[in-house]
């Protein structure tokens, strides 16, 4: 079976750019989560979908950061303009109950 | 609100030595408990989960733990520590009853010397 599929793995981008995040969640899964991985702060939960409805978005850092699940098979996550401490690991998430499964993550350096 | 502590940051073994990485829970009743494994430059991997029933439970790659209700704990271990394992090792705890958003500890860092 094939698990959550994030892209792109890795970006590399300028500060001011906009930068996008795309998520493909587990086949059935009903829920979808995005984190995020820094040094500084471990994994943090930005956003979580239940049904494709955003549930709970109070981890998102600032209005620069949107995310979006048009449909059951695909969220985005957007950072517009980004900025250098957004530099992090990105991981996308889905579940049907109790058990996330991760996906391997989109490492995303702003410069 | 439920937390979860891994109080050790790093934890250094030999090869072929046994290894506990200890996880202690904050929450009044029985909680959903997992271990996840992170190689470097990958995704977190579920090792094993714990809901109800039998308290050792028994996961991939050799590893078990053990949830103690007593202590709040949910240690894992491995008799025998293989250089491969060298990752980072995350416990969490979820509530279950519809709410199905884990809590992630900090993490703990395996080194594996030959």
Redesign the interface.
Known sequence: DAGVIQSPRHEVTEMGQEVTLRCKPISGHNSLFWYRQTMMRGLELLIYFNNNVPIDDSGMPEDRFSAKMPNASFSTLKIQPSEPRDSAVYFCASSLKETIYFGEGSWLTVV | AQSVTQPDIHITVSEGASLELRCNYSYGATP?L?W?VQSPG?????LL?Y?SGDTLVQGIKGFEAEFKRSQSSFNLRKPSVHWSDAAEY?CAV?L?GGS???T?G??TSLIVHP
Do not use: A, D
């Not at chain 2, 990958?42 to 579920?46: E, P, S, T, V």
């Open positions: 959903y997992f996840y990958q995704g977190l991997q579920l989960k809901f995350f979820g279950g199905y958003i884990p992630f900090r993490g």
